[in-house]
């Protein structure tokens, strides 16, 4: 009875161990129209001219320029694939085209429509 209790402890550990997903931190991609905190969110996330990148405390820790900003076709997937490389876990902008959504839904992105000031709308958010 006793090495029957022993395998099933050891078992149910092993499960946990295996089937386990390592939690990840939530970093926020904020479409905007300028390079600061006190930016305007885009009203178009594929579009938009740069995205702030900020940890899950509300703490900016990257800019970046949009690449794809002016392109004629495809730009929200190749956005969402740019913002998955950087493991992104939540994308704020004014509006997400169809495509855009679909993307994100996709590499498991979470996406939020907002308007206003960057760093009001993350301290909203992170609450």
Known sequence: MKKIIIIIGLALFLCTVVFAQPQQAQIIAVATLEKTENSQISDKAAHAPYYLIFDKGG?????????????????????????????????????????????????????????????????????
């Open 59 to 127: 703490n900016l820790l990257e800019v970046i320029s949009n690449p794809f900003r002016d392109a004629v076709r495809g730009a929200g997937p190749k956005v969402a694939d740019l913002l998955a490389s950087k493991n992104i876990s939540v994308v704020v902008a004014g509006d997400f085209g169809h495509k855009m959504k679909s993307a994100l839904n996709e590499k498991g992105i979470d996406h939020h429509e907002a308007s206003g000031i960057v760093k009001k709308v993350v301290e909203d958010l992170i609450k």
